[in-house]
């Protein structure tokens, strides 16, 4: 039988919503697989988030060590090579503490590796069928992994159906013992949080939120009177922000803030999924762009072709005439 | 005593002979200019070489027309005025100058010729030139030190105010023109007292006022006062010739040389380094200005011809914006430097990269090339070239902005700046099915034709512009000229891939494109982009004559081949925007306004700005993927300029300046206004 | 300090637009502008940028054909000291673990303080840099988005979610794999390349290397074809004029909050 483990990642003693997206990805897999929850960490946030995690998983792994309490991946890799049985298929986020985890820990249990799944299409045999993203989502491919001796793999957070968690009454197992020698010499020394700007985009029911379609620093007022007229906030994707028309603070996206808005406005934004990582809670997304072949309008719920330096002024005017 | 004793004979307390001191002090005078202009000429030793001993013809014109005629002068009317009093009083004053140093020596002296009436006639008019030059320097004071015109302000960054300097100066020169009189009028009235002898003297000039004055004095004093004041103009005098090479007044020295090898040719780019090839480019250890000596020699004798006018900067439209750059100060910044690291005496010193040192990276990128600076300057000082040079430095050594390496990259692998593919370089034509149903585009690959029609890269790739292709086209069409296209064979002509320093780049974009068009054996090339134009006539050699489509229309109007309907909104009032490549670089600025005004019931305005005086849009080609510090748009300015001039319609010739000017209405909040509107579409819409 | 960089060859993003060739299984590849990985280019301008404070030597490495040659040219051109190319016919359809075997064994025939690779590449695994320090069992950040070299040890931050920065310390030697934005990279011109054109460049063999198991044979992930998604249903898309775009918008804003 296949077994399947899954690291949570989590912060402040919640787990992050792939937690929940997990047992989706472990049935594609294979439907009969056993699934059982990694929790790593110290203290009252790891029992909390173990606990939380009975409620989804029918097991559970808790291994608590002081050096665990930051998620310095080159610590919990060496926990997780010595607990995770090594012809399992390991599964975690693919997120800034999976892709540090990740590729090292496929080789320190020999296993094949396969990175920012979205998609797996079940085994055959030892072949497990996936499907992943190339060239920045330009081209989808479908890939095949032996996992004779083990697989490791980051899925894309978002890409599996969420389950309905709280009623699984996982049995929890302590495996702090096997942990084993946790000396590294990659030390965590601390956060620097980004600046926080004038505006707290993550608290706003509705963003209009721009993108390389702005074209020019001087269109963002453009924006800004949208955002007024819907009484909103502006947002924006990362190409803003390199430009550094407006502070990070705005930024949604993984290397941004996550927002979760009950309606976003996607204006001249393409919509990479680094981009749309940052919008959660499933909003309403109008999408506006002068490319039709944009993929933003493939998550959108509503799309318009056209260009926003042409449309928002007139939307803009269109509400105030309300 | 029959008459006043002149500085010749003069002896101080009875002993001591005056001449002894007048025959020293030119010595002393002309040595230490000769010390101090030899080391302002060593930096120039050291630099690059320059190509301005050709076209003599056109120099020659120059000196005649901006030197001596200080045609750019009145540009600037008070100003321009009262420099043309100060110079031409100069000139003639330089004879009389120079009489009175021999005098001091040699009694009565006068220039050959310069004895009987020809020295009469010469006397009255330097008598009111004397008179001239001082009252023009007395409100020049008033103007610099009272009024103090904006121009010349010296924002805190770029150093210290020139006001102080500015008005010693004038100090100087008055000093000159009041002890000359009064040498003179001292004399005039001596003898008058002794023999009642009346000369003839130009009325109400400064000799004739101060003779007046004098007319009573007691001779004692006039004998004193004729030796002093020639002591104060000889010491002025030689004070002032030392003093002109150690400031902004070294143009006073330096002008005649600075328009005598001034630009002759507009719209091209001076070569990486004179007498190197293109083959041998190569070759070269480094590329650009990145030192002080990498600067040519003319460059340099540029710094030191700035008079500091402001003219440059006043109308600069990377200026007018708040960009951090004022041609004015690239040139002082520079002079500055000279001045430091090859000081009058003792060692000369290492110079710095001058990117870092003098000049910031955004204040050089920051230009437009627009060429208004340059048109302006009464000196003829170059920007340009300076400019490309100092950007060759720099992509030489890696600096170059995020936001101009991705289109630069595009261009080397795909040929154009936007990184789309090459093949579908003729979109604009088979895109669009209505058109293409009923027009067909000859390419030159397969097909054969008289006339290239060059689209260039925006044309070719921008969704809006793209429309100017098809309207030139139809153009072409109806005024009967054979034509074609390169299509995918077609690269960007480099206009600005040249003017942002990529040398290699260009030179690869050139070689394409020329063997790609005189592979095809066209016999001209026709272009609706100002840009394409200027590089293929002014920057590519061994081509077929290039003409811009407001030439061929106007043209075909005049020849009568190309009737024009009555104007369809004869409510409108339109105006024409000069773009910088069509006009001051290549001076067409009469086809366009021709073809406009064959346009029957078409009320037309001029912009205030607007000839070799139109203010640039905001810089075509790489320049719109610059991100440069700015306070508003040069496009914004511009649509306001047409709104004040009472236009609601702004006719270009350019897609670069179309898409400026589109965007700066929309930024202006000006929509539904002002509209932009290309040539081509006029003139299309309007062929009967 | 020593630095190795190791660098690949990638369709570029920028200038392309990518096409299913007629089979429907792979890229339409006539068209593709190639060039250097853009993470990869972050990483060597780094590393030029630690050499030049505190001296030493940039080595850029890559695992390629022989085209993959202009790559190491051009950032030999901005400023990497030497360039090494591994390239063997047995490397062809190495996966990311068998690229990190080849990489591997060369950096075992140097000394090196310092390796770097980007953070991800045109398949966006991300993968390399991680299995590559897990094989030298030297320590490894991702998406490193700063650097400050201190004597043996390193500072290093990472950019994590939140637009946050993680703070790490990190003896050396060890592996970073490096995030955009950490610097500017330089610019590299025509003429940049051609000065170095005449440079040598080792080319090294599976032999040369001594690496067994690796390419098509050895890989145990393996891609089998490029697909355009059927993503379903996507937006629905509001069509007519402008004003009548703007009506239906208005609506749909309407009922769900957005007005």
Redesign the interface.
Known sequence: MTQIFAYIPYKNGAAEDIALEFPSAAKKIDESASLTAVVTGSGADLDKVVEDMTGIYSEVIKVDNADLAYP???VV?KALANIIPLDAIFLTAH???G??????????MDS?????VVDFEGIDGTTL?A????????????????IASGAVMTVRPGSFAPVEGGSAGGSVTDKSGDAGDLS???????????EVGDVDITKS??LVSIGRGI?????I??AQELAEA?K?VVSCSRPIV??KWLE??R?VG?????VKP??Y?AMGISGSFQHLGGVKGNP????VN?NPKAP???????????DI???M???TE??ND? | MTSIIGPASYKFFGIFPAAILSFVLPIIGIGLFAYIIARRIAPLVRANPDNRFDQIGGRIKNLALVWLGQIRQPRYMLAGVLHIFIFAGFLILSIRSTTLVIIGFSDGFTLPGFSGVIGDIYNFFKDYAATFVLVACIIAAIRRGIIKPKRYAVPEKYGKDHTAEAVFVLGIISTLMLSESLFEASELAYEFQHSGQEHFLAPLSLVWIFKGMLASAPQNILQGLHIFTYFVHDLAFFFFLCFLPLGKHFHVITSVFNVFFMRVQKGNVKPVMHGVSDEDLDDLESFGVKKLEDFTWKHMLDFYSCADCGRCSDQCPANAVSRPLSPRFITIKARDLMFKNYPLSGEIYKSEMLVEDIYTEDEIWSCTTCGACEEECPLGIEYIDKMVDLRRGMVDEGMVPQSLQKPLKALEKRGNPYGKMEKKRADWWAKDKEFKAQYTIKDLAKDEADTLYFVDSITSYDDIIQDIARRTSIILQKAGVDFGILGKLEKDSGNEVLRFGEEMLYQDLKEQNTEAINETGVKQIVTADPHAYNALKNDYTDLPPVKHISQVVAQKIAAGELDLKSCQDPDKVYTYHDPCYLGRHNGIYEDPRQALDAIDGLTRVELEKSRDRSFCCGGGGLMLFYEPEEETRMGVLRVNMAAEAGANVIVTACPFCLVNIQDAIKVAGKEGQIEALDFTELIEQHIA | MEILVCVKRVPDTAENEFELNGAGNDLDRDDLVYSVNEWDNYAVEEAIQIVDKVGGNVTVVTVGDDESEEVLRREMAMGANNGILLSDDAFEGSDGKGIAAILKAEIEKGSYDLIMTGAQADEGAGQVGGMLAAMLDMPYASLVNKIEVGDSKITVGREIEGGNQEMNEMQLPCVLSIQTGINEPRYVGIRGIRKVAKLDIPVKSASDLGVEGVGDAGAKTKRVDYFVPDLGDGAEMLEGSTDEIIEKLIEKLKAKGGL
């Open positions: 310095n991946a080159d890799r997120d800034t503490f892709m540090d985890l990740a590729p090292g820990l496929s080789v320190k094949s590796y396969a990175a920012d069928k499907v992943r993203q190339e060239l920045g989502g330009a081209v989808s491919t479908h890939m095949t992994i032996d590294a010499k990659r030390k965590f020394l601390e956060i620097v949080e980004a029911d509705v074209e020019d620093e001087d269109n007022e453009v819907m909103a390199d430009a990070k603070s930024q993984t290397s941004g803030q996550t009950k309606v406005m309403f997304i109008v999408a002068k933003i309008f493939q998550v959108a719920d509503v799309g318009v072709v056209e330096l042409d449309f002024p007139e939307l269109a509400i309300l």
